[in-house]
């Protein structure tokens, strides 16, 4: 029938793999029969579950593109493709009844096991009730006090692991605080440099303002000895000259001197 059908290119395509998954699944459940451990059955399981899935999606897909399509397709066509879109629907329907029956047979064999783990105790408690009415008083005994010392040497052993175990914690927690105390001895390691830091940011402005100052007084101490030094120069020059007062301490400059020349033959007399 699907060779027949009258599709758009879309229908094809949605049709294709639908078909394609559900051969998928087919062969996948084929498999299923020759899988032997439960494990691999579930997870085979889990992939066909995902493959119907998909099947579940492409045919509401393939439902969608029906209604738009059945304005303009003729009512035979419309009649074929919905019947096409059932017996999908039924073919699916198929593989979701086979993969619950896959389900409930592995949930059985699962509850198998744990049944035969539960009654493999059982006759192992009949063996040894079996057993314990054969024996003597005496062999009751000793098997009684062979199974208190392997009790008692399991209680040592966990006694050990205890004892192990507290020791462990104590070196821990010694470790523990003496890493604490170290960090705490960087943290106030650091705060004293920080310290030293601001401290020594302090003394180089106090340096600096202090090599500021010094600079001015140099500087004044210099105009002072360039006037005096102008002062003098201006004496030495100038000495008439009677707005500039004298420095003290200094001397006015010597008067100059005349000197007064007689001629009495080739002597001369200074006067």
Do not use: W
């Not at 310290?195 to 600079?215: P, Y």
């Amino acid at each position: 029938m699907a060779t027949n059908l009258q599709m758009t290119p879309q229908l094809e395509q949605i049709h294709g793999e639908i078909r394609d998954n559900f051969r998928a699944l087919a062969n996948g459940f084929q498999k299923l029969d020759k899988i032997k451990d439960s494990n691999r059955q579930s997870k085979q399981l889990e992939e066909l579950t995902g493959r119907m899935r998909e099947c579940k999606r492409l045919i509401k897909e393939f439902d969608r593109e029906i209604k738009d399509e059945e304005g303009r397709n003729p009512p035979e066509v419309n009649k074929q493709l919905n019947d096409e879109k059932q017996s999908m629907i039924k073919e699916l329907n198929s593989y979701v009844q086979l993969r619950k029956t896959y389900m409930n047979t592995l949930g059985n064999k699962k509850l198998e096991l744990f049944d035969m783990g539960a009654g493999a105790s059982e006759p192992t408690a009949e063996a040894n009730v079996q057993m314990a009415s054969t024996m003597s008083n005496q062999e009751l005994v000793n098997a009684g006090m062979k199974t208190m010392d392997e009790t008692d040497q399991a209680i040592e052993r966990s006694k050990q692991v205890v004892h192990q175990t507290i020791e462990v914690g104590t070196q821990t927690a010694v470790t523990l605080k003496g890493q604490t105390e170290q960090m705490g001895r960087i943290v106030n390691d650091l705060d004293s440099i920080q310290f030293s830091i601001k401290k020594a940011s302090q003394l180089v402005k106090e340096i600096g303002r202090q090599v500021a100052t010094d600079k001015c007084i140099m500087l004044f101490l210099f105009l002072i000895v360039c006037g005096v030094i102008a002062i003098i120069v201006v004496k030495i020059v100038n000495p008439n000259n009677k707005d500039i007062r004298d420095i003290p301490g200094l001397a006015p400059p010597v008067q100059n001197r005349r000197l007064l020349y007689v001629r009495s033959g080739e002597n001369s007399v200074m006067r």
